[in-house]
């Protein structure tokens, strides 16, 4: 019984685009076989970090290392890396997204942990980001996590960069936002004295600022970035974490992290995870 509906799924995948040779079978309860079935992988993902996850005004177009991520997953599955409708998704609304259903996966610059992974469940970490600071360019006081205290800190609600912020500086000042690019004007101009998170989204928003902002580039915390699924779908997780490892080893984590962020002289030493 089991080897003939194998047999059923392997006739099903030969319509596809994909063809029969390439595309691989997967069981037909799984989230794999519906998305195929549907044409398309819904992504939730950042719409205001460059180099990250970012609609770019002009075109509408989805950019960022995050989004080559959801193209690899799009092309892998349907055959095509347009099969893919992008969800904004800021940080507070990730685990809702995918409890709600609203997405197939998160790609979001999420860090794993472990508070989180109660309500949903993670790849293996596809990238390390830092904690770090942005501050006026001509702000000369701030130089460290620690001169933060006493100081108006921008930072996005349902992240990691609140928690330990609390954690590190209790006595700065939060300005708690639901989206990091809020941010930025009001460091611009003189609303706050900081904008702090991953150092990921801080070089997206300093490459849009050169000029009039400063990465301070002390990092304080590791940020583990994992895709965030549903709960227990546990053949979903290991067929991505299939396609992570394939990509850290065949050069395409490479090639997405040059077209992306590697575009602003970042190396991607501490961030690349290690082939597995
Ligand atoms: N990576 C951190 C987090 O997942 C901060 C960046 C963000 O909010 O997306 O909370």
Redesign the pocket.
């Known amino acids: 019984m089991r080897a003939l509906r194998a047999l059923v799924a392997a006739a099903l995948v030969c319509l596809l685009p994909a063809g029969c040779g390439e595309a691989e079978a997967f069981p037909a309860d799984s989230t794999m076989a519906r998305i195929r079935e549907r044409g398309v992988l819904t992504v939730g993902i950042?719409f205001d970090q460059p180099m990250f996850g970012y609609k770019d005004p002009a075109s509408g177009r989805i950019t960022g290392f995050d989004a080559e991520m959801a193209r690899l997953i799009a092309k892998d599955l349907t055959g095509s890396e347009r099969s893919i409708r992008f969800v904004e998704t800021v940080?507070r609304e990730r685990e809702n997204f995918l409890a709600q259903g609203v997405v197939d996966l998160v790609i979001?610059?999420?860090?794993i942990t472990e508070a989180r992974a109660k309500r949903v469940s993670f790849t293996d970490p596809y990238y390390y980001?830092g904690?770090d600071m942005l501050v006026r360019a001509g702000d000369s006081t701030i130089d460290g996590v620690t001169d933060l205290d006493g100081k108006t800190v921008c930072t996005?609600t349902?992240?990691?960069?609140v928690d330990r912020l609390r954690e590190k500086v209790p006595e700065a000042e939060l300005e708690i936002v639901d989206a990091?690019s809020v941010c930025v004007p009001a460091l611009l101009a003189g609303r706050v004295d900081a904008l702090s998170?991953?150092d990921t989204?801080l070089l997206g928003l300093l490459a849009q600022n050169p000029d009039t902002l400063r990465l301070v580039g002390k990092p304080f915390g590791r940020?583990p970035?994992g895709m965030g699924i549903r709960k227990q779908d546990t053949a979903f997780r290991e067929y991505l974490n299939g396609l992570i490892t394939r990509w850290l080893r065949d050069g395409q984590w490479d090639r997405a992290y040059m077209a992306t962020i590697g575009v602003t002289g970042a190396t991607s030493d501490s961030s690349k995870p290690p082939n597995r």
């Open positions: 950042k940080s979001a610059t999420y860090s980001a904690q996005a349902g992240s990691t960069s990091y998170t991953d989204i940020e970035y």
